[in-house]
């Protein structure tokens, strides 16, 4: 059973980046599957953030592009989020997902980062 | 790359059906490709995915989830409504090479 979990600060001071990593556990994360970001604001709905593949393609949601990184890093089984020059905008449960075939079949279980002095 | 827009709320009693619609473009719902997917999300907890490529349901979803698509609108119908269904329900599409979305439906049972 492959299972991911999200991790990272939970409070991020404006202007600076949110880094998050995704361990996934259960499977390879070389296996033939992008692997995503989604989050959600307080009270707001989903938003994607972007994707990556274990060799290095990605892509980024065009409202985010200029801000977004993302890696992969096989040795551990993990990818990561990096999100810059964040703003009280970008408070939100960030969660990560794997993209099965054509959609998001597995998720993560959330966590929340505040952007907050 | 704008949301797809769904209605804020949906409501049925138990045993009834709802159905939420997800309004997308010619570039994401109505494109080429038939990557609609639907997810099932109870606060707190991690999304669950319901439906996709439009009306597929993974392994152990029951088969009171369908969806559907006509143009640039997809729906998901929830039959036999059970309090266990109350749940934010969110639609995405596929947008070329990225993905987006819909703004999410409450579903309440009454």
């Known amino acids: 059973q492959v299972l991911l979990q999200e991790s990272g600060p939970g409070l991020v001071e404006p202007s600076g980046t949110l880094s998050l990593t995704c361990a996934v556990s259960?499977?390879?994360?070389?296996?033939?599957?992008?692997w995503s970001w989604v989050r959600q604001p307080p009270g707001k709905g989903l938003e994607w953030i972007g994707e990556?593949?274990?060799?290095?393609?990605?892509n980024y949601n065009p409202s985010l592009k200029s801000r977004v990184t993302m890696s992969v890093d096989k040795s551990k089984n993990q990818f990561s989020l990096k999100l810059n020059s964040v703003t009280a905008a970008d408070t939100a449960v960030y969660y990560c997902?794997?993209?099965?075939?054509?959609?998001?079949?597995?998720w993560g279980r959330g966590t929340l980062v505040t952007v907050s002095s | 790359q704008s949301a797809l827009t769904q209605p804020p709320s949906a409501s049925g009693s138990p045993g009834q059906s709802v159905t939420i619609s997800c309004t997308g473009t010619?570039?994401?719902?109505?494109?080429?490709?038939?990557?609609v997917s639907w997810y099932q999300h109870h606060p707190g907890k991690a999304p669950k995915l319901m439906i996709y490529?439009?009306?597929k349901r993974p392994s152990g979803v029951p088969d009171r989830f369908s969806g559907s698509k006509y143009g640039n609108t997809a729906s998901l119908t929830v039959s036999g409504l059970q309090a266990e269904d109350e749940a934010d329900y969110y639609c995405?599409?596929?947008?070329?090479?990225?993905?987006?979305f819909g703004t999410g439906t409450k579903v309440t049972v009454l």
């Open positions: 997902a794997r993209v099965g075939s054509t959609a998001f079949d597995l």
């Open positions: 490529e439009v009306r």
């Open positions: 010619s570039s994401d719902i109505g494109g080429t490709y038939n990557y």
């Open positions: 259960g499977g390879s994360i070389s296996s033939s599957n992008w």
């Open positions: 995405s599409s596929y947008a070329g090479s990225n993905k987006v």
């Open positions: 990556i593949y274990h060799d290095g393609p990605s």
